[in-house]
């Protein structure tokens, strides 16, 4: 059983930063692309960042140049660095870990943690 834990959401005020971690239960990080996904009130759930294998990373454009995502597969967790964070980004932040396909961990729909929640305001 995979099992995906978010932590280091909270409340900081505009043009702050946080960083949130994503730990893992097994060391599924490094056979897995890794994404940070975010759901605010009332809207669907959108990928903010991801990690593949091979340490390629992508960012939607709302977060480009002030999110970095990273991956310590000897900790088997994941980060999202979140800096200049605007009221906008508040949201609840998950991580998703998509096993690469063949691999004993694969499953068609991934895992996800629980979601941390990320408030920004003055």
């Known amino acids: 059983q995979v099992q995906l834990v978010e932590s280091g959401g909270g409340l900081v005020q505009p043009g702050g930063s946080l960083k949130l971690s994503c730990a893992a239960s097994?060391?599924?990080?490094?056979?897995?692309?890794i994404g940070w996904y975010r759901q605010a009130p009332g809207k669907e759930r959108e990928l903010v960042a991801r990690?593949?294998?091979?340490?390629?990373?992508y960012y939607t454009d709302a977060v480009k140049g002030r999110f970095t995502i990273s991956r310590d597969s000897t900790k088997n967790t994941v980060y999202l660095q979140m800096n200049s964070l605007k009221p906008e980004d508040t949201a609840i932040y998950y991580c998703?870990?998509?096993?690469?396909?063949?691999?004993?961990?694969?499953?068609?729909?991934?895992?996800w943690g629980q979601g941390t929640q990320v408030t920004v305001s003055s």
């Open positions: 097994i060391n599924i990080f490094s056979i897995s692309t």
């Open positions: 990690i593949f294998i091979s340490d390629l990373t």
């Open positions: 998703k870990a998509d096993p690469q396909f063949g691999s004993s961990w694969y499953t068609f729909n991934g895992y």
